[in-house]
């Protein structure tokens, strides 16, 4: 009908722009710290824009719901504002046709948030994280910048450069940390070199001119040496094998009787979920007098959705504690605002009849 094709439309409107900001704006800041981390040398330009679009994969989870409840509010607002409202009820059209006319897109950003949350989401944290290990163990030292501390290998070893040679690779007032065991070695130089190596490859630290001192933390058998020349083999990066649930493939997390995994799968499951309470939620929030401003909806609006939020994020810390079993789990969480919406779906008749 035409009044569904007006009204989906005129949500799709703000629902794509407010997509494209909320995505410009997480992107920004993704950006600002991983270019924090280029501009230090740990990331190569090119894994850095890999993973800000990995990061923006992510939050498509949480943005293209939180970007459909609110085009939903700002629509349905301007309708009221702008009388076409009561216009359309005095056609016989009321809220529940309206809720109608908004099913087809609520229904479709669901059906994508899902997608995202079961698949996207965990693959794309899996790739985040097998970016960053290569890019740890791939790092070129003539990028580094000088006068600050690198940690190679999850802080096994620990870099401080005076001076560094663009050019050919060399370092000039080193210090180097590195675990032996129960001691602690720190080598001073006056000069190192650490050529560039690919993932899984093993490097050599060769130092130049300096001391090296051996403490033994469990008694007083502490070595100093001074050395001319000192080549160090550094072992190649392990492959990364910790558990991490957020990468894990959902269908993992189903087999698993973990309370941690539990919440996990039921929060991606629940993405839908909550992406349409959201957009029924929306519609008897959009209420407000015609030619009445919109800042009430969306104070009102945005208190809600916090509410939620937090509402949902409580239920699936307590899963995860062992506080609540699989089931209820997280899912009486979404009885709250299924009660919201029905009280404020019955408000406007129940006020007609008490007058």
């Known amino acids: 009908m035409v009044l569904d094709r007006y009204i989906t439309i005129e949500t799709t409107k703000p629902l794509v722009l407010g997509t494209f900001l909320l995505m410009v704006i997480f992107t920004g800041y993704t950006a600002a710290i991983k270019l924090g981390e280029a501009a230090s040398g740990l990331i190569d330009p090119e894994t850095v824009i890999r993973l800000i679009g990995l990061s923006t994969i992510i939050a498509l989870e949480i943005l293209l719901p939180t970007a459909l409840y609110l085009s939903i509010i700002a629509t349905l607002s301007r309708l009221y504002r702008d009388s076409e409202m009561v216009a359309m009820r005095a056609a016989g059209v009321g809220e529940l046709r309206v809720m109608r006319s908004l099913v087809f897109l609520s229904v479709l950003i669901s059906v994508l948030a899902g997608i995202i949350s079961v698949y996207g989401r965990p693959w794309a944290y899996r790739e985040s994280y097998r970016l960053e290990a290569e890019a740890r163990a791939e790092f070129d030292i003539r990028k580094i910048e000088p006068g600050q501390f690198i940690e190679l290998q999850d802080s096994k070893y620990v870099l401080y450069a005076r001076e560094v040679d663009q050019d050919s690779g060399r370092l000039r007032g080193v210090f180097l940390q590195t675990q032996l065991g129960d001691k602690l ?63 894990e493939p959902t269908h993992n997390l189903f087999q698993s009787d973990a309370p941690k995994d539990i919440a996990e799968f039921q929060w991606r499951l629940s993405t839908p979920i909550s992406t349409l309470l959201l957009a029924m939620l929306a519609v008897p929030l959009s209420r407000s007098a015609p030619r009445q401003g919109r800042h009430n909806s969306f104070l009102v609006a945005i208190l809600v959705y916090i509410g939620l939020f937090n509402l949902i994020s409580l239920a699936r810390n307590e899963v995860e504690e062992g506080v609540i079993p699989a089931f209820p789990g997280i899912w009486w969480s979404y009885l709250l605002p299924a009660v919201l919406f029905i009280i404020l779906m019955a408000w406007p008749a129940w006020r007609r009849g008490k007058h």
Do not use: C, W
């Not at 469990?218 to 558990?243: A, C, F, V, W």
């Open 185 to 247: 070695q720190a080598i001073y130089a006056q000069e190192a070199y650490l050529p560039p190596v690919t993932y899984g490859e093993a490097r050599s630290f060769e130092l130049f001119e300096g001391y090296g001192y051996t403490l033994d933390r469990k008694s007083t058998r502490d070595t100093t040496l001074k050395y001319g020349q000192m080549i160090i083999h550094i072992p190649p990066e392990e492959p990364d094998t910790n558990y991490r649930r957020k990468a």
